[in-house]
């Protein structure tokens, strides 16, 4: 069994990756975190852990002293509320799985650049893998601390790679992206109020959005890609969709064949000939992706959906587990939608 511990459960992340743990059965739960809530029981959190999980949650210190007891370390905190933490597992010899930004950004001025602080643990950054395993999944093996991607940014880099992967399209990019609300975190703020964002739509982040970063970064378009966000009134789910210009004589053969070559052994990334829709990732790991070409305009429109919570967080996370301990990809992930 791999033991595990979680930084973070109060929030909608963390909660998730509990959940899943939970009902992975290759692994046990040893503690949980939430400093602000330390000293009460999960259920006083969250109604659905009643009589499933019913321990204490735990301060940094406390945690910290057990972290002997454990062999992967989750952490789903704010960025740079982890880094004490993360180099204390690193000394002790326990993974690592970063779901914030401490280790997605590489360059250390850039990273000043999007979240406007110091770069934390630059030393171990050396040790540290962008895990999108899709991409990624040969140096996730191997690595020691393993940077979690932004919901976003997973929506948006696997929706783009196969066109910047094979010279498709020109460089410069644009990403129109939608979430649902749980993406802005649980913490209480006006702008998240059920009269604040019912029956609306809104931008946010315009031009400023720091999942750009990682997208420039593993797309390799530093300074090419306009992305904007918006908030949507629903619970869970991304949709980016990704527009780019053909280069002179590409087909829409080529374009569609590039997606098929790149996924075809990829079973958390699915293929569809109509528009997709966030209702059939929901609750899954699954990245659900459409394409489109515009002979007209010489223009291809890649939709891409996903749960952030789930591929964009927590399931991702336990893929991510998987490959690092050597264990079936899918394990304790091959859930369906729920529908309706």
């Known amino acids: 069994m791999i033991r595990a511990g979680i930084y973070g459960v109060s929030g909608y992340a963390g909660a998730q990756l509990l959940w899943l743990l939970l009902n992975h059965k290759g692994t046990e739960v040893k503690f949980v975190v939430a400093h602000s809530q330390a000293g009460k029981e999960v259920t006083e959190l969250y109604g659905n852990f009643k009589s499933i999980y019913e321990e204490k949650c735990l301060n940094f210190e406390e945690a910290n002293n ?37 280790f997605r950004i590489e360059d250390e ?36 601390i393993i940077a979690n991607p932004g919901c976003y940014a997973t929506a948006s ?21 939608k979430s649902g609300t749980s ?28 999942h750009t970063a990682e997208i420039e970064q593993e797309l390799g378009l530093e300074g090419k890609v306009c992305f904007t966000p918006h908030l949507i009134p629903m ?14 004589g590409v087909t829409e053969e080529e374009v569609i064949e590039a997606y098929k070559n790149q996924y075809r052994n990829e079973y958390f990334v699915r293929l569809s000939k109509e528009p997709t829709e966030t209702r059939w990732v929901k609750g899954t790991n699954f990245c659900d992706i459409s394409v489109k070409v515009d002979m007209r305009t010489k223009k291809v ?36 939608a ?3």
């Open 66 to 102: 057990k972290i002997n007891e454990i062999d992967v370390l989750f952490t789903a905190l704010p960025h740079g509320k982890s880094a004490e933490t993360v180099e204390l597992a690193y000394k002790n010899g326990v993974k690592v799985i970063d779901l914030g930004a401490d």
């Open 109 to 144: 001025e850039l990273y000043e650049f999007w979240y406007g602080t110091k770069f934390h643990n630059p030393d171990l950054m050396k040790d540290a893998v962008y895990g999108l395993p899709e991409l990624k999944r040969e140096k996730i093996k191997e690595a020691k």
């Open 157 to 177: 880099i696997l929706g783009s790679y196969p066109l910047v992967k094979n010279k498709l399209v020109e460089e410069d990019l644009i990403i129109d992206a």
């Open 183 to 210: 993406g802005a975190g649980r913490a209480e703020k006006i702008g998240n109020l059920y009269c604040e964002v019912n029956e609306s739509i809104k931008a946010y982040g315009v031009a400023s959005h720091r």
């Open 235 to 248: 619970n869970r789910g991304i949709l980016s969709v990704i527009y780019g210009r053909l280069k002179d």
């Open 301 to 336: 429109i890649v939709m891409s959906v996903i749960d952030n919570l789930m591929k964009g967080a927590a399931s991702q996370a336990i893929q991510n587990m998987n490959i690092l301990f050597d264990l079936d990809e899918k394990m304790g992930l091959e859930l369906i």
């Open 338 to 340: 729920m529908f309706p």
